[in-house]
């Protein structure tokens, strides 16, 4: 069946920008051009736009679709500014869902930016904001977290426990305190039990639902290990996969990952895109590797997590592969190790720069960096909502100096080096006008207008979710685009952005949005 996409501006992305009309087909775009002509071509169906814009369906260059789905069964401490708020808002889902008697209670978003003091709930307010239930709180950087006694005492936790190498475990006078950072944080939550499976499949349907109202139609697993591969067969099985997945597991997983997953065909929209590993923490948790200290630091820089030998493993294993590999960069220190690495592996291996190794975050690359991640022909995924969510945390953890540069945008733009944009959901909200707004505003919660010269002109902003998260993706050939033979991945706008002031691009509304020309979401009088 053919339909006919027409009545309003529809953004290309591609040359020309603009054309009157889309027809589709099977899935596919099968012309684009003038509405006259498409019009002498048969259309089996015709879609007036009714003024609304349409654009390719947003690419999510780096999320985390399985915490999106554990989110869903999270209370949201979003927003929560002290212990007593913590406290009611647990209090009230143990009143609404009465879960049973020593069950786990997990809660997300939890900001102690937000906190009296930046403090952390002490471990015997923990204690008695679920008792009788072990309690785990994430922390919005998702990079560290919270747990009571009773959850801390089920996972065999002391303070005389051995802390894995990249993370710590909070004692304070040979007590535990109840806090956890980095890798023993992720070592542990590994070990909580297995979520029901009837909640988790609803859990993912939802999660699916809210990346899809964003207009959001390619999306990202951005660090699997072998205990979730059977969540994405039960996806498999359900058939409730309408978005594509990308996974990308660690490299221990990597094998494993494609024999199970590696050769499904495209309607299933479950596929193996390469690997990841992470180099360091949060900036706004105090945990990015820096090369110079914090502010109001003698000293402290932060951490690294994996040493040089081990990254170096990964690079060659990704060549050995021939599959890209993610890397999770927030400080400049961390950038560094990538970099120094990633200049020996290619000194070994020139494929690796084919390959399109990917800095996440990249938040805090500095300008002499800039330059070697051109060379070695580098991806870089800036999560440039930083500049509003924690602007003003950065500029209390880094200076004015250091924090103006978050997020570079426009200094990789005029360097050439490919960037795309992401929100790390459930980090945030995967919101890709909220992020279009802060990449072409910079403001932070506060106001402040931190680091203009670093804002990119709206279409520039625009590439960062579509052509160029397509070819982050290698996949810049079918996706991003609005072209014959592209994919019918569309987003239907009520406004379109190009013509909109900038201050109001995160007033936009998605209308629709479509996969493979189906409907995944829809606000839209079809």
Not at 17 to 37: F, K, P, T
Not at 91 to 118: K, Q
Not at 132 to 138: A, K, N, Q, S, T
Not at 174 to 202: H, I, M, V
Request: hydrophobic letters at 40%.
């Amino acid at each position: 069946m053919k339909t006919l996409y027409f009545g309003g501006p529809i953004l290309t992305m591609s040359d020309p920008l603009y054309v009157q009309a889309v027809l589709v087909e099977g899935g596919n775009i099968l012309a684009a051009g003038s509405l006259d002509r498409l019009e002498a071509m048969d259309a089996d169906r015709r879609v007036d736009l009714k003024g609304s814009t349409l654009l390719p369906g947003f690419i999510d260059p780096h999320s985390h679709f399985s915490q999106m789905a554990s989110a869903c069964l999270q209370v949201s401490l979003e927003g929560a500014g002290s212990v007593e708020e913590i406290a009611q808002r647990i209090g009230r889902f143990l009143s609404e869902t009465s879960p049973a008697p020593g069950s786990w209670v997990a809660a997300r978003d939890y900001d102690n930016n937000r906190m009296p003091g930046l403090a952390a709930p002490t471990l015997e307010q923990l204690d008695a904001m679920a008792p009788g239930h072990p309690l785990v709180i994430h922390h919005k950087s998702g990079h560290m977290g919270l747990m009571n006694s009773a959850a801390l005492s089920a996972l065999g936790i002391t303070p005389e426990t051995p802390v894995p190498p990249g993370g710590k475990i909070g004692v304070k006078d040979r007590c535990l305190t109840g806090y956890l950072e980095e890798n023993a944080f992720f070592t542990y939550l590994k070990q909580l039990p297995p979520t029901p499976p009837d909640q988790l499949l609803s859990a993912y349907a939802r999660a699916q639902e809210q990346y899809a109202a964003h207009g959001i139609t390619t999306i990202q697993d951005g660090m699997a290990v072998e205990e979730m591969f059977p969540m994405y067969q039960m996806l498999l099985d359900s058939g409730i996969l309408k978005l594509d997945l990308v996974v990308y597991p660690s490299p221990q997983a990597y094998d494993a990952a494609v024999e199970r997953f590696g050769a499904l065909p495209p309607e299933l929209h479950l596929r193996i895109g390469g690997m990841k590993v992470y180099l360091d923490g949060s900036p706004q948790g105090r945990t990015a590797w820096m090369r110079e200290p914090y502010a109001g630091e003698a000293d402290y820089r932060g951490y690294g997590t994996m040493e040089d030998a081990a990254l170096e493993e990964a690079m060659e294993l990704a060549c050995l592969r021939r599959t890209q590999l993610l890397c999770h960069c927030n400080g400049d220190g961390a950038a560094e190790q990538f970099l120094r690495c990633l200049a020996q592996v290619e000194q070994k291996h020139p494929e690796m720069a084919q390959l399109r190794p990917v800095i996440i975050h990249g938040q805090l690359l500095a300008p002499d960096q800039l330059p070697r991640v051109k060379e070695l022909g580098a991806v870089v995924s800036f999560f440039v909502a930083h500049v509003y969510h924690w602007g003003d945390v950065h500029l209390r953890n880094f200076g004015p100096e250091r924090a103006s540069r978050i997020s570079p945008a426009r200094s990789a733009l005029e360097l050439g080096i490919p960037f795309t944009f992401h929100q790390d959901a459930p980090v945030i909200q995967p919101d890709m006008l909220e992020t279009l707004w802060c990449a072409a505003n910079r403001r932070t919660q506060s106001g402040v207008h931190l680091g203009p010269e670093e804002e990119i002109p709206v279409l520039d902003a625009l590439r960062a979710v579509t052509t160029s998260a397509a070819f982050q993706y290698f996949r810049e050939r079918e996706l991003g685009a609005i072209a014959p033979g592209m994919a019918a991945d569309f987003v239907i706008l009520d406004r379109d952005p190009l013509t909109v002031p900038k201050e109001d691009l995160r007033e936009i509304q998605v209308m629709a949005a479509c996969k493979g020309g189906d409907w995944v979401c829809t606000k839209y009088a079809r």
